[in-house]
C-alpha cells in the first residue's frame, strides 16, 4: 500500500478512486466532484448570517444549501488525507511547511493569507468552468467528454508552470 518513501502508491490510488467513481455513477448516477459541494455548503454559512441574502441569489435558488452526498465526500476526503498523512509517515501538524518557509519565510499570517486566497481563485475558475478538477479530471475524463479533456489540459498549462515558480526558482 505504501511506497518506498512511506506514502502511498500514487498507482494504487489512482485505481482506488477509479473505482470510487465507478461506484459512484452505478449507485448514485452522479458523477465524482465537489465544486457543488462546496457551494453548498458556502451556502450553509450564508444562512447563518444573511438567510434572506442568500436565499434571494440565483444559484442557491437552484441549487438548496444543504448536506448531501457530496459534502459528505468533501468530509471523507479531509478524513482520508489525515489517514493517508498519518500512515504514509508525513504528517507534519506544520502551519508553515519547509519549502514554503525557505522561499517566502515563516509568517503564517502569509501562508494562511495565501492559502484562502489560492481557494477563494480556485473556487471562482471551478464554478467558472463548471466543475472542480475532480468533476472534470476524472469523472469527465471518464465519460471522455471534450470539455473536461480540455480543461484537464488547462489545469496542467497552468500547474506546470506554477510548480516551476515555486520549486526551481
Same mark, same amino acid.
Given at each position: 500500500?505504501?511506497?518506498?518513501?512511506?506514502?502511498?502508491?500514487?498507482? /494504487?490510488?489512482?485505481? %482506488? !478512486?477509479?473505482?470510487?467513481?465507478?461506484?459512484?455513477?452505478?449507485?448514485?448516477?452522479?458523477?465524482?466532484?465537489?465544486?457543488?459541494? $462546496?457551494?453548498? /455548503?458556502?451556502? %450553509? #454559512?450564508?444562512?447563518? +448570517? &444573511?438567510?434572506?441574502?442568500?436565499?434571494? /441569489?440565483? +444559484? $442557491?435558488?437552484?441549487?438548496?444549501?444543504? !448536506?448531501?452526498?457530496?459534502?459528505?465526500? #468533501?468530509?471523507?476526503? /479531509?478524513?482520508?488525507?489525515?489517514?493517508?498523512? #498519518?500512515?504514509?509517515?508525513?504528517?507534519?501538524?506544520?502551519?508553515?511547511?519547509?519549502?514554503?518557509?525557505?522561499?517566502?519565510?515563516?509568517? #503564517?499570517?502569509?501562508?494562511?493569507?495565501?492559502?484562502?486566497?489560492?481557494?477563494? !481563485?480556485?473556487?471562482?475558475?471551478?464554478?467558472?468552468?463548471?466543475?472542480?478538477? &475532480?468533476?472534470?479530471?476524472?469523472?469527465?475524463?471518464?465519460?471522455?467528454?471534450?470539455?473536461?479533456?480540455?480543461?484537464?489540459?488547462?489545469? +496542467?498549462?497552468?500547474?506546470?508552470?506554477?510548480?516551476?515558480?515555486?520549486?526551481?526558482?
Amino acid at each position: 500500500m505504501q511506497h518506498a518513501s512511506g506514502a502511498w502508491s500514487p498507482y /494504487l490510488v489512482g485505481a %482506488l !478512486i477509479g473505482l470510487l467513481s465507478m461506484a459512484t455513477f452505478y449507485f448514485s448516477n452522479k458523477p465524482l466532484s465537489v465544486s457543488t459541494a $462546496y457551494a453548498r /455548503l458556502a451556502g %450553509l #454559512v450564508g444562512n447563518l +448570517f &444573511s438567510r434572506g441574502h442568500t436565499e434571494n /441569489l440565483k +444559484f $442557491y435558488q437552484d441549487t438548496k444549501p444543504k !448536506i448531501a452526498w457530496g459534502e459528505m465526500l #468533501v468530509f471523507g476526503m /479531509l478524513l482520508g488525507a489525515f489517514i493517508a498523512a #498519518v500512515t504514509g509517515g508525513e504528517f507534519t501538524a506544520t502551519w508553515v511547511p519547509a519549502l514554503w518557509e525557505q522561499r517566502f519565510g515563516p509568517d #503564517v499570517a502569509l501562508r494562511l493569507g495565501v492559502a484562502f486566497a489560492g481557494g477563494v !481563485i480556485l473556487a471562482y475558475g471551478a464554478r467558472l468552468a463548471g466543475g472542480c478538477t &475532480s468533476g472534470h479530471g476524472i469523472s469527465g475524463a471518464l465519460q471522455l467528454s471534450v470539455s473536461s479533456w480540455t480543461a484537464l489540459a488547462c489545469f +496542467f498549462a497552468a500547474a506546470v508552470p506554477t510548480a516551476h515558480l515555486l520549486y526551481r526558482l
